[in-house]
């Protein structure tokens, strides 16, 4: 199994900017500086932290693993605050190197080091060795290739490795390579740390690094999260962007044709009908007629349908007397053609909510009313309101044919239809419009019917002041 | 008031089954062929108005003193159009009425403030052009406009 090739940070300009970095770092977080970072203290001496602290060996770590949490609480990038949280180790275990992998996108990859006195080639080389000490955690076969390395000894998430790795001081000290790997619950190991220990590394030591890593792994975790959530919000918009090209293109480019088709339909009735087009002939282009005509409705109700879902829509004052009134104007044909009557009644007040959703939700419910009627009965609705404390329930109400209780809940549904289109006609979109531009205004709707007595919808939205 | 004073009607559309029936809408209304020019995308009303090519013959080609806009035409689109027309010292005041199959909030909304005189949503049936098209006779009648 060949390990796919990680991104290495290899030239001597990428060198350089680490140590510039850490200097960045020194200053802003409280971390050591450079001339610290490139000379640990030696082994035997004290380090150079907390010296106000009592001397035992774990609270002299205290000091350290705060700074640690500090830095990952103001995490900055996974780089940046990889790497001051090395130089934090650093001043505590003193590191001869430090590599930091961490596993992005199902491949190793390397983020930061910190080395000293180290060539460009060893850095390669501690990352190899990073890498299948890595495989050898997560169980995967190791290349024969990679040096191979040696499990010395095993704690619940610490493993000591000895290594192959030639270093510039291999020789006058062995290196101490100790391998910890990032684990977040029971996620499997989300990366690892290497580091290198100037001086033998002690059980104290050993303790320090695992919290420090198991915090680092930890803010990591959470990190991609967040870049996740970004990355979906983005991916989100970029959906909606295009459903709204989607649907510019189908209210201009589809609608054309159907056009054409109906009203050509009605250009040849109109210069042909009776000469060369016979009583059947006529019907056939009726019917053609008709068909693009339903095909456009029904197009124009999606687009509305769809609009709800995915365009704003802001909250303001409504005058519920207005807005009823300029639906009535705008269904005047319709309701003249049904021989419909629809009073409204007083006191009709303001609302919370979107004037033009409203418009659709009433012109719907209404259009609803008008239409659902036993044949030969005259369309009666009332539309009226009723104050609650805080929010205002309008009721319209119709002399239409009803609806028995099982279906209440169905017809609120998109496509859903209780008849025939050939007795009623229409798309079986308008009440899933009013349910989805109340639901979008904050608002509830529902009804109130009996087979053979009408039916009674109601909205219910805040008010809009007294 | 004769032809000659209402001036004449440019229409920008590039859908040729909508010229061909907002003709005969007009005829039906009355309105003269003769008073209907047709510019069959962005680029060419700009041409029209600006007088280029054959468009210099204004014997031919008067400038209009109403147009009605579609809003989704190939190449420049109708807003485009519209925001040409109004930062053109000469052309800024002539009266545009949209004829558009897009009922979307936002052309309706960038449209009314670049100002348009109407908005209409194109029928799907002839009756409803009719309709159309007596609104927009009875407003060209009622509103002379030179320019």
Redesign the interface.
């Known amino acids: 199994v060949r390990l796919p090739r990680i991104r290495r940070r290899s030239d001597p300009k990428a060198v350089e900017e680490q140590v510039k970095r850490i200097e960045e770092i020194a200053p802003k977080q409280g971390v050591p500086s450079k001339e610290e970072l490139s000379d640990p203290p030696q082994a035997g001496t004290e380090p150079p932290v907390n010296q106000g602290m009592p001397g035992s060996e774990s609270s002299r770590r205290l000091q350290p693993l705060y700074e640690i949490s500090k830095l990952l609480v103001a995490f900055e990038s996974v780089e940046h605050t990889g790497l001051a949280v090395l130089a934090v180790i650093n001043q505590v275990v003193p590191l001869r190197s430090a590599i930091l992998l961490e596993k992005r996108d199902g491949r190793l990859q390397l983020i930061v080091w910190h080395a000293q006195r180290l060539e460009r080639k060893d850095i390669d080389r501690a990352t190899n060795h990073a890498i299948s000490s890595y495989r050898y955690l997560v169980g995967a076969p190791l290349s024969s290739t990679e040096a191979e390395p040696e499990v010395i000894e095993a704690g619940t998430h610490l493993f000591h490795v000895k290594s192959h790795l030639p270093t510039g001081e291999a020789e006058e000290s062995p290196s101490r390579f100790i391998v910890v790997p990032l684990v977040v619950g029971r996620e499997p190991i989300v990366g690892v740390l290497q580091v290198e220990g100037r001086d033998p590394v002690n059980e104290t030591d050993l303790t320090f690094l695992n919290t420090s890593v198991n915090q680092l792994a930890l803010a990591l975790d959470r990190h991609y999260v967040h870049l996740k959530e970004i990355a979906l919000r983005e991916h989100a918009e970029e959906m909606v962007n295009e459903l709204n090209a989607f649907s510019y293109t189908v209210a201009h480019d589809l609608r054309a044709p159907l056009r054409a088709m109906s009203t050509f339909s009605q250009v040849l009735m109109e210069d042909f009908a009776g000469k060369v087009l016979d009583e059947t002939g006529q019907h056939y282009v009726r019917r053609l007629a008709e068909a693009a005509r339903r095909m456009d409705n029904f197009v124009l109700d999606l687009l509305d349908y769809t609009r709800l879902t995915r365009t704003e829509i802001p909250i303001e004052r409504v005058d519920l007397r207005v807005t009823l009134s300029e639906v009535l104007k705008g269904m005047a044909r319709e309701l003249v053609q049904r021989k419909a009557l629809v009073t409204l009644e007083e006191p009709l007040p303001a609302v919370l909510g979107h004037r033009r959703t409203l418009d659709q939700v009433l012109t719907n419910l209404i259009s609803n009313g008008a239409k659902f009627v036993a044949s030969g009965v005259a369309p009666r609705l009332r539309v009226r309101a009723e104050l609650h404390d805080e929010r205002v329930k309008l009721w319209i109400e119709d002399n239409g044919i009803g609806i028995a209780e099982q279906h209440w809940a169905r017809i609120f549904g998109v496509f859903e239809r209780l008849h025939k289109e050939t007795e009623y006609p229409g798309t079986g979109i308008g009440l899933a419009i009013a349910r989805k531009g109340m639901e979008r205004m904050g608002g509830r709707i529902g009804l109130e019917s009996k087979v053979g007595k009408g039916s009674r919808f109601w909205i219910e939205l805040p008010r809009g002041g007294p | 008031m004769s032809p000659n004073e209402v001036g004449t009607l440019l229409l920008v559309e590039d859908?040729l089954?909508?010229i061909l029936?907002f003709r005969?809408a007009c005829e039906k209304e009355c309105i003269a062929s003769g008073l209907v020019r047709v510019a069959e995308d962005g680029e060419e009303a700009l041409s029209y108005l600006e007088g280029r090519d054959r468009y210099a013959d204004r014997v031919q080609y008067p400038l209009p003193s109403l147009m009605v806009l579609d809003?989704?035409l190939p190449g420049k689109s109708g807003v485009e159009v519209l925001v040409w027309i109004r930062n053109d010292s000469r052309c800024k005041d002539l009266p545009v009425i949209v004829l558009?199959?897009?009922?979307?909030?936002g052309d309706l909304t960038r449209t009314r403030e670049l100002g348009i005189v109407a908005y209409h949503l194109?029928?799907?049936?002839?009756?409803g052009?009719i309709e159309i098209v007596k609104s927009i006779n009875s407003y060209w009648k009622t509103h002379p406009y030179r320019l």
């Open positions: 859908n089954d909508d029936l005969r809003l989704k558009t199959s897009s009922n979307e909030p194109k029928s799907v049936d002839f009756e052009l």
